[in-house]
């Protein structure tokens, strides 16, 4: 896994959680900006997750933003620089690259995560929030057009009426509104976010790291579809996964089975 180190000014970081650990943490690297995006540091991070999704030793990332805010969208000094550049190039573009990625994504909501910064973080496959995190959608505000996702995305997990409402107005959401509304996954206190979101994908990585791709792969691709699609879907995939298996693949999954039923279990 590339590493770099925290102060080497680079405006977006990838490092080991851990020495030597599977997962990957990415972060927005611009405080005194409250990480507000370039077109140069969106093309980094779109890079970032190309690169660590090809990557066999990664099992697992976290996206992270240093200091006040997770990202406070994109940099308006430079807007017309993103926003009349070639917002179909999909290499440059980190959220389609962050929904190609084939590792889980947890995302480290500390702060606020406004606009650009809301459609990064939504994403996400899993979100950890702290207390004080709000996500705000400003494109009404300042005139910008979404194509990033959020008018989809968002009227899909909290409900269409709740997301008119936060995109419209232009309202604040919290933490503790966002956890009720199924937003979040976890809240914690903002000096817990980044250890729980590790926690969380150190707990993805000690699994099957190959069925953790194609689980992960047939939950985002099922919910595009309608039901009794998706339990298609679900039934094409698990029929080649199983047909792939070799008799020795099967022999070491009842291995691993009977050494887990041997060992005392937990009564949670």
Request: glycine share 8%; proline share 4%.
């Amino acid at each position: 896994m590339g590493a770099a180190s925290p102060d080497s000014g680079d405006l977006i970081v990838v490092e080991p959680a851990r020495p030597g650990s599977p997962v990957a943490v990415v972060t927005i690297n611009r405080p005194a900006a409250l990480n507000a995006l370039t077109k140069p540091m969106m093309v980094s991070l779109a890079a970032a997750f190309r690169r660590l999704g090809a990557d066999d030793a990664v099992a697992a990332v976290v996206l992270a933003g240093r200091g006040r805010a997770f990202c406070s969208g994109v940099d308006l000094t430079a807007a017309e620089d993103v926003f009349k550049g070639d917002v179909k190039d999909v290499a440059t573009d980190p959220v389609a690259q962050m929904e190609l990625c084939r590792k889980p994504i947890v995302g480290a909501i500390a702060g606020f995560a406004v606009t650009a910064g809301f459609e990064i973080a939504l994403a996400c496959d899993i979100l950890v929030a702290g207390r004080s995190a709000k996500f705000l959608d400003t494109h009404a505000k300042f005139g910008i057009f979404p194509s990033w996702g959020l008018s989809q995305k968002l009227s899909r997990i909290i409900g269409p009426n709740r997301a008119r409402e936060v995109s419209l107005t232009c309202m604040p959401v919290t933490a503790e509104m966002a956890e009720r509304w199924g937003l979040v996954n976890h809240v914690v206190d903002d000096t817990e976010v980044l250890s729980k979101a590790i926690e969380v994908a150190e707990a993805i990585a000690r699994n099957n790291r190959n069925l953790v791709v194609l689980y992960k792969s047939v939950i985002n691709d099922g919910f595009q579809l309608d039901l009794k699609h998706a339990q298609a879907l679900e039934k094409e995939r698990g029929h080649k996964y199983y047909s792939g298996m070799t008799k020795e693949q099967f022999a070491n999954m009842q291995k691993f089975i009977q050494g887990r039923s041997s060992k005392p279990q937990s009564k949670l």
